[in-house]
């Protein structure tokens, strides 16, 4: 596992971008290293569709995605909150006003401003969400003193890689076989950050306490109060997300 998130560091401080294939480095360990170098930027994703996000200080404050299911009127038709009918209407009132979507929708009367509140945040997730399906590709970090978002919103990376996991978005890279070995699991030095996290489950809030001290591969098995695959699933995202390390016991295999 890639835990040197020095490298984006120094490279900010010679160049004024990194770029890569990623294949070679994925979304989720570019946003592991963009958060815990407390970056600022601009980070795009090209492969089907474009992806451009918006990092402050480590953490993601707007999305932009060319993916057309993700557009703001397909989101609320989708969740029942709009019809198509309402939503034509809007995208023409909007472009005679020669305002937002969301402005239009609220001075229609369509939505109130806490469930464009609600929208707006479900819309931001998803578009991220949808870096985790960007297998091939490349990727490129722009630095910059401040970044110039329409709205901020202040998403913690390492919260939307939990939830990609948590939703089997992320799944297929989740190999179970490398983790059946003999060896202690240790927290490193981000394993604080883990409380800035919400979980789908007390089951997993449970787990990640046991990892705050070094325990084997063999007791937390035993004493999880999950299932065996979803204990290796939860201790992949602690991996993933640099919040552990596991030192394989090589004399066990020999």
Not at 86 to 102: H, L, M, W
Not at 132 to 155: K, L, P, Q, V
Not at 219 to 242: N, V
């Amino acid at each position: 596992m890639d835990t040197d998130t020095s490298n984006i560091s120094k490279l900010h401080k010679t160049n004024s971008e990194i770029k890569g294939s990623l294949n070679d480095r994925s979304f989720a360990t570019l946003l592991c290293d963009l958060h815990y170098s407390n970056s600022t930027g601009y980070l795009h994703l090209e492969s089907d569709f474009n992806l451009k996000i918006y990092f402050l200080h480590g953490f993601v404050q707007f999305v932009e995605s060319e993916n057309p299911d993700l557009l703001l009127g397909k989101l609320l038709v989708m969740n029942d909150m709009l019809s198509e009918e309402d939503q034509r209407k809007v995208i023409d009132f909007s472009k005679e006003k020669g305002i937002r979507i969301g402005e239009a929708l609220i001075q229609l009367g369509k939505l109130s401003s806490h469930e464009l509140s609600y929208i707006l945040d479900l819309q931001m997730k998803l578009k991220l969400l949808n870096g985790f399906r960007f297998r091939e590709g490349n990727y490129r970090f722009i630095y910059a003193d401040s970044i110039d978002a329409e709205t901020y919103f202040h998403i913690n990376p390492i919260q939307i890689i939990y939830d990609a996991i948590d939703s089997y978005i992320y799944v297929e890279d989740i190999n179970l076989k490398e983790l059946e070995i003999e060896g202690t699991v240790f927290p490193t030095k981000h394993y604080d950050k883990i409380s800035e996290l919400k979980f789908s489950s007390a089951r997993h809030y449970k787990l990640a306490d046991m990892m705050k001290n070094p325990n084997t591969l063999d007791i937390l098995a035993s004493k999880s109060p999950l299932d065996k695959r979803h204990t290796l699933e939860f201790l992949q995202f602690l991996l993933i997300a640099q919040f552990v390390t596991i030192e394989e016991d090589l004399e066990s295999n020999e």
